[in-house]
């Protein structure tokens, strides 16, 4: 174990991403206390029950009191609200952060309602699972994971402290402009999803075409898909409404590339598809050689925030 990072850090959403970091932070000792709040009783009777949490309370702005670190692990369109039930409530020189996949629409969200005595630095842990709720997080969740920092004119000083307790945790720490990363996670995440959800809608339409079939003789692939659309559609509506302009361009340019390998399937192009085909395995590899495939025991891997 390690020194604590934080005296008191307040999860508010107790979901995967927050459970997580409950369990990470009561293994590795990163937090003296570790308190939350959930809209749903029975979800905060849970995290008690399961204990990530050593103290849950029925409001935000309870449970962020006198906290050093207060975590918003709810969905992006929830964020506005909540920052301005808590704001109140915050303790002068406390950081806000949160773990949402999309940056630049949490900052418009809550900045604004943030007094001047706290620092505001927004984050994001690209790691998860497509199951959700309190009872699936646990600690090894962001081992060799990243978690992406957008603090723009935040105090370094908390800057470095979060990055730290990131680190703590397992992952790796990396600062980017709001914007740019949210036309990275278009790529990486977002439009994939997109993808994922309406091959899932086209196979259920043809499971009625075939009856059975198409469930009864799914391949890896499509398995992959479902596990993908699996995840919790309150967070991804919230994530296509709030970073629509990186997702379709990148829809767009998806689009495009689709046309091409159309054609060639069309015309008989085999030489095309085998470079296409060639230079996107290299991609994989890649991946692959980075430590980014590893997927975390019993679960599948997909980013998301709590609930």
Not at 154 to 174: C, T, Y
Not at 239 to 265: H, M, P, S
């Amino acid at each position: 174990m390690t020194a604590p990072i934080y005296d008191r850090v307040a999860l508010i959403g107790l979901g995967l991403i927050a459970s997580s970091m409950g369990h990470a932070m009561k293994k590795w000792g990163l937090s003296r206390t570790v308190v939350g709040h959930a809209r749903s009783a029975k979800t905060r009777d849970a995290a008690l029950e399961i204990g990530f949490c050593d103290e849950v309370f029925d409001t935000a702005a309870a449970a962020v009191a006198g906290a050093d670190l207060v975590v918003l692990a709810v969905p992006i369109g929830a964020m506005a609200e909540l920052a301005q039930e808590i704001a109140p409530a915050l303790k002068p020189g406390a950081t806000v952060s949160d773990v949402g996949s999309v940056k630049q629409a949490v900052i418009n969200a809550v900045a604004p309602h943030l007094p001047g005595s706290v620092a505001f630095v927004p984050a994001h842990p690209l790691a998860g699972t497509e199951h959700s709720g309190p009872h699936s997080g646990f600690a090894t969740l962001f081992q060799n994971r990243w978690c992406l920092l957008t603090p723009g004119t935040a105090d370094r000083a908390a800057v470095e402290k979060l990055a730290s307790f990131w680190r703590a945790m397992g992952a790796n720490v990396e600062e980017m402009e709001p914007e740019h990363h949210d036309l990275v996670l278009a790529v990486t995440s977002h439009t994939p999803h997109l993808i994922a959800y309406t091959m899932v809608g086209v196979a259920d339409h043809l499971r009625r075409v075939t009856e059975s079939e198409v469930v009864k003789y799914s391949a890896a692939g499509f398995r992959d898909f479902t596990r993908i659309a699996a995840s919790d559609p309150t967070m991804w509506r919230d994530v296509f409404l709030t970073n629509r302009e990186a997702t379709l361009d990148i829809l767009g340019r998806f689009t495009e590339e689709l046309f091409v390998l159309q054609r060639a399937i069309r015309m008989g192009d085999g030489a095309l598809l085998h470079d296409y085909f060639t230079r996107t395995r290299a991609i994989r590899r890649g991946i692959i050689e980075a430590g980014q495939d590893t997927a975390a025991p019993n679960f599948g891997r997909n980013a998301g925030e709590g609930s």
